[in-house]
C-alpha cells in the first residue's frame, strides 16, 4: 500500500515488539548516500543518483508545490528518475504548479496524489484524472492537507526549498516561508527525510527559520527557486464595475458591519476595494474605523491604504516578489524578523483567516441557485487552496466583535454571532459564460472523477452576502430557503438564476432589507470611474511606496 513500506510493526523474539523501525529505516536510506554526502551537503550534479538511493517504490512525498514558491529542482530532478527503480509514489503536493508536478505521474513515477490548489494545471490534471493517469486521494484546503501530514498522510520524505542554508544546515527561509516549516516538521519528528534545494550556502544565515537538526540533505540548486508574484494585480485593469461592486461592498458591508478584521481573496474588485479605501473610505470618514487588521499576502495594492494610516497589521501567508524592502520599512504592519524580512506562515496565517477575521470576500468561478460555489468547472479542476478555510462560520469561534454581533441570531446557550463570508462576482465571466447557473459543473466534475461528495468550494449556507454589480443580496437576513433563492436571484442579472426573478420580488425584497441596490447604499454610479482609485498604475504604486516597491518585470511599463 502507498506510503506504508517501513509503517509496519516488526515482531522479533517471540512477543518483543521493534519501536524504532521508522528512525532504522530512514538510517539505512542516509547510509546509502554516505558517498556523496559532504557534511550535510550533495552536489546538485549528483542529485537524481541521490534520490534514487533515498526513495522506495511506494513512497509518500511531500514536495513543494507551495501556492507560490516552488522546490522546482527536486521536481525536475524528481520527474527523470527512472520508473522502473522508482514508481507508484504518493505524492502530497499543496498546489500542483508546475508541468512538472503531473509529469511525475506521465512517467509513471507518481500514481496518488493528495492536493489542494492547481490553477496553472487546472486543466491538464483535470484530463489526466479522467484518462486515469492520476488517481486523487482528496482535494483539500490548505490547512486540511498540512494537518494530515501529522495523521494519516505522514511524509516519509520531504522536498523543500529555501533561501539560504550554513554549513550545518540550518535554513532561512526568507519572506517565502510560507509551509516549510510544517512540512519539515510533519517530516522530520516521524522519521522521514528531509531534502532541501537552497539558493545559497552562506557562513551564517540571517535568523534560523528551520533548525539543522530537523534537516538531512541540502542541495544548492543551479538556479533559484520559482516564485510567482500570485497576488499582484496591476492597477490598470481594474475597471468601472469592479470598482461600483467596491464602492457597495465598502458602504454596504464594512461600513454597516464595522468590520476591522479581514482577509481579501485574489481578485480585481479586492485590489479596487483596496485602493478605495484611501480615497472613497476617506470621503466617508471610515479611517480607524473598518478594515485595521488584515490577513494576507502584501499585495502592493495594500500599498496606499497603508500610507494613508488605514492599515494596523498584516498578518501573511506568504512574501510576494518586489514587496521585500517595502515589507522590511514597515515593521510596525508586517510580522518582520530582526533580519528585516517577512516572517510569512501559511498554516497560521488560515487559522488567522478562519479564526481570528470577522470577513472573509472572494470570488468563485460559478455561483448556484442557493449560493454554493467552486472554482472546479467542465474540464477544470483547479482545487480550493485556502478559501473554504476562511469562507465559512467557524462554528469554535468564541471571541465577539461589533462586526460578529451585528449577525447575531438565536436564544439562550444557543445565542451566537456569525463571521461575515462574502462573494463578489460580475453575473458573467469573460467570454460571456454566466456566474450565476442553476446546477454547478462540479457536480459532474466530481461524479466523472468518482468523488465522494462534489468539489464544492463555499456551501452557500456559508455565505451572507453576494455582490454583483447590480447589488448585494443579504443572505444572512433570510428567513427562509426561498428568499435566499430570490435575494440572489435579483442581482444575479440575466444569467439563469437571475432570470428566475421579477420586480415585485425585488422591491419587496428591497423593502424587508435583503436585497440592497447601489441607490438603496448611496452609492452613485456615475461615480464608479477609475479617476476615484488611489492608484491607476504599477507605477503609482512604486510612487506611493517611496520607491520600495520594485515590481516583477513583467509588471513594469516604463
Known sequence: MPG???????????SATTWSNRRASKQARLERIAG???????????????????LQPGDRVALEGDN??????LATTLAGLDPKKIHDLHMLISSVSLPTHLDLFERKLASLLDFAYSGPQSLRISQLIEDGVVRVGAVHTYVELYARMFVDLIPKVALLCAEQADEA???????????????????????????????ERVARVPRVDIPADWVDVVVVSPDPYRVEPLFTRDPRHIGPIHILQAMMVIRGIYERHQVTSLNHGIGFNTAAIELLLPTYGEELGLRGTI?????LNPHPTLIPAIESGWVESVACFGGEPGMENYVANRPDIFFTGRDGSLRSNRVLAQLAGQYGVDLFIGSSLQIDADANSSTVTAGR??????????????????????????????????????KLVVQV?????????????????????????????????IYGDDVTHVVTEEGIAHLWRAHSLADRRDALAAIAGVSPVGATGNAGTTERLRQDGLVSLPSDLGVDVRRADRRLLAAKTIEDLVAWSGGLYNPPARFRSW
Not at 506504508?4 to 517471540?14: E, Q, T
Open 291 to 295: 478594515a485595521r487588521n488584515w490577513v
Open 169 to 199: 544546515g540550518n535554513l532561512f527561509t526568507g519572506p517565502n516561508t510560507e509551509d516549510t516549516p510544517t512540512i519539515a516538521e510533519a517530516t522530520a519528528f516521524s522519521g522521514g527525510l528531509v531534502v532541501v534545494q537552497v539558493n
Open 381 to 418: 479542476l483547479s482545487g480550493f487552496g485556502g478559501a473554504p478555510n476562511m469562507g465559512h462560520d467557524p462554528h469554535g469561534r468564541r471571541h465577539a466583535s461589533p462586526a460578529w454581533l451585528s449577525l447575531l441570531s438565536g436564544e439562550g446557550v444557543g445565542l451566537r454571532g456569525r
Open 4 to 14: 506504508s513500506s517501513d509503517n509496519k510493526d516488526a515482531r522479533v523474539s517471540g
Open 36 to 54: 556523496f554526502m559532504r557534511g550535510v551537503y550533495v552536489d546538485s550534479s549528483t542529485m537524481s543518483e541521490v534520490l534514487e538511493l533515498l
Open 425 to 457: 462576482a460580475e453575473t458573467f465571466q469573460r467570454g460571456g459564460e454566466p456566474t450565476f447557473v442553476e446546477s454547478l459543473d462540479a457536480l459532474e466534475v466530481g461524479r466523472k472523477a468518482n468523488f465522494p461528495v462534489p468539489p464544492v468550494m
Open 68 to 73: 507560490q514558491k516552488q522546490a522546482d529542482f
